[in-house]
């Protein structure tokens, strides 16, 4: 009987038998972990298959709306000049960054303060505090 089978008939069964095998404990040891790796799997190939790679861009403000309220609370130190009034200048910013996604995101917002304060220094001569913009901030709708 054992000499009716083939080598290649052999190796065909223990193939399958061992990917069973696998397939078998890793549902039963990872059923946790399958769903996020569908997912990611699922959107690797979502990515793959977008042809322009917007599909893959982060939601939210991008850099370029970070650079556009850069520039305009650098006009408002440049009109302000010395002659600056700290919660004028407060009230101003807060005006520029009223509805600004980006605030929410820690590296924007650190960013945005340390500009903040350095440029309110130097063009103005107003000592700003992080605590300062941190209220000013908590103010915005």
Same mark, same amino acid.
């Given at each position: 009987? $054992?000499?009716?089978?083939?080598? !290649?008939?052999?190796?065909?069964?223990?193939?399958?038998?061992?990917?069973?095998?696998?397939?078998?404990?890793?549902? &039963?040891?990872?059923?946790?972990?399958?769903?996020?790796?569908?997912?990611?799997? =699922? #959107?690797?190939?979502? %990515?793959?298959?977008?042809?322009?790679?917007?599909?893959?861009?982060?939601?939210?403000?991008?850099?370029?709306? $970070?650079?556009?309220?850069?520039?305009?609370?650098?006009?408002?130190?440049?009109?302000?000049?010395?002659?600056?009034?700290?919660?004028? &200048?407060? %009230?101003?910013?807060? #005006?520029? $960054?009223?509805?600004?996604?980006?605030?929410? #995101?820690?590296?924007?917002?650190?960013? $945005? !303060?340390?500009?903040?304060?350095?440029?309110?220094?130097?063009?103005?001569?107003?000592? &700003?505090?992080?605590?300062? &913009?941190?209220?000013?901030?908590? =103010?915005? !709708?």
């Amino acid at each position: 009987m $054992l000499e009716q089978i083939t080598w !290649s008939t052999y190796w065909t069964a223990v193939i399958i038998l061992l990917l069973l095998y696998y397939l078998v404990i890793g549902v &039963l040891y990872f059923r946790g972990d399958l769903p996020i790796l569908i997912r990611k799997l =699922n #959107r690797k190939r979502m %990515a793959g298959s977008s042809k322009t790679g917007e599909d893959n861009v982060v939601a939210g403000p991008g850099i370029e709306t $970070l650079q556009q309220k850069v520039q305009q609370i650098n006009t408002i130190f440049k009109d302000a000049g010395s002659q600056a009034d700290k919660q004028a &200048l407060l %009230a101003e910013i807060g #005006r520029v $960054l009223t509805g600004f996604e980006g605030l929410e #995101r820690p590296a924007f917002k650190a960013a $945005l !303060s340390n500009h903040i304060i350095r440029e309110a220094e130097e063009q103005c001569g107003v000592d &700003l505090t992080e605590l300062e &913009l941190e209220r000013t901030w908590g =103010n915005l !709708s």
